[in-house]
């Protein structure tokens, strides 16, 4: 089955600056690929996410990439801001298989 | 309403107990999803409904009973709890399962099993 890894596991940046986390999966059949944020005590929340037909997607501060040769896609925050810090989960599906494979998660935390 | 609700948010059990946890959403989506996060981990799947019949069952004991009365709604039912069952229990939906579609989280039931 689908194996996602997610790196790094914590992640801290200086206000201001950018992060990138980056996960790689193992299904080639894979193709939609969902970022969600959770803080604490609270839910996952989908923040961005791309289909495999489309290689880059950007939503105000963040943006995804994806690689489908590599079989890698990756999280990019801009100017970078203490309500960014959570915990970052990046997935993969497969069309028809009706799950989402997560990776392990993030810790990123911006310090002031 | 574009929200996936979940109650209760805390649940204290005895292992003799038997309790429920409620998840509703009115956005008219056909999916519905059991998840089980423990701390510092991802979601991990337990069971998935699909047009209010179960599709995927992740393999989980039978202490865990799901229902899905009609569209808006779905149960976990627990019996016989555990300990190691202790964590937050999130509930999802999607427009339809099976495609390439988005799923929302409910913000949780956080169980406690003593």
């Known amino acids: 089955g689908e194996n996602v890894e997610q790196h790094p596991s914590t992640l801290s940046v200086q206000e201001g600056d950018s992060a990138v986390i980056k996960c790689t999966y193992s299904?080639?059949?894979?193709?939609?690929f969902p970022w969600y944020k959770q803080e604490l005590g609270k839910r996952p929340q989908l923040i961005i996410d791309?289909?495999?037909?489309?290689g880059e997607k950007k939503d105000q501060r963040i943006a995804v990439t994806l690689n489908k040769t590599a079989k890698h896609f990756s999280l990019h925050i801009t100017e970078t801001q203490p309500e960014d810090s959570a915990v970052y989960f990046c997935?993969?599906?497969?069309?028809?298989?009706?799950?989402?494979?997560f990776g392990q998660g993030t810790r990123l935390t911006i310090n002031p | 309403d574009t929200e996936v609700t979940q109650t209760p948010k805390h649940l204290v059990m005895g292992m003799t107990n038997k309790k429920s946890l409620k998840c509703e959403q009115h956005?008219?989506?056909?999916?519905m999803y059991w998840y089980k996060q423990k701390a510092k981990k991802p979601p991990e799947l337990m069971f998935v409904?699909?047009?209010?019949?179960?599709?995927i069952n992740e393999s989980v004991p039978s202490r865990f009973s799901p229902e899905c009365p009609n569209s808006s709604l779905l149960n976990l039912h627990l019996h016989a709890l555990q300990p190691e069952d202790s964590a937050l229990y999130l509930c999802?939906?999607?427009?339809?399962?099976?495609?390439?579609?988005?799923?929302?989280f409910g913000p949780g039931t956080r169980l406690l099993v003593l």
């Open positions: 409904y699909s047009y209010e019949k179960l599709s």
């Open positions: 956005m008219g989506h056909r999916a």
């Open positions: 997935a993969a599906s497969i069309q028809g298989a009706q799950k989402l494979v």
């Open positions: 791309i289909r495999s037909n489309v």
């Open positions: 299904d080639s059949a894979s193709n939609y």
């Open positions: 999802a939906s999607s427009r339809l399962a099976g495609l390439i579609e988005t799923q929302y």
